[in-house]
Nanobody
């Protein structure tokens, strides 16, 4: 079973920064891609940023230039550095990981972590 645990959320003022972390654990053979998604009240879940095991990144247009995704393959951990935060970044942020285990493929999610941007 693959488990993802997020940390680093909280309340921050507009213009501030937060760093989210996501640790993947379990009987993992590989992690092909890791990503961060978010869901605001009344809205659909959307991709924020993703990174492959080769380091290729992809960002939502609304966060380009402000957010940076990275990963530490040795620690099975991804990070989302969020700078210049805006009130519209307020949402529950979810970590996602896709890869393989001995029994096959997995596509797993964390439990979500709240990020609130408010003065």
């Amino acid at each position: 079973q693959v488990q993802l645990v997020e940390s680093g959320g909280g309340l921050v003022q507009p213009g501030g920064s937060l760093r989210l972390s996501c640790v993947v654990s379990g009987s993992i053979f590989s992690i092909h891609a890791m990503g961060w998604y978010r869901q605001a009240p009344g809205k659909q879940r959307e991709l924020v940023a993703a990174i492959t095991n080769g380091g290729r990144t992809n960002y939502a247009g609304s966060v380009k230039g402000r957010f940076t995704i990275s990963r530490d393959n040795a620690k099975n951990t991804s990070y989302l550095q969020m700078n210049s935060l805006k009130p519209e970044d307020t949402a529950v942020y979810y970590c996602n990981a896709r890869g393989t285990v001995v029994a096959g493929r997995y596509d797993s999610w964390g439990q979500g972590i709240q990020v609130t941007v408010s003065s």
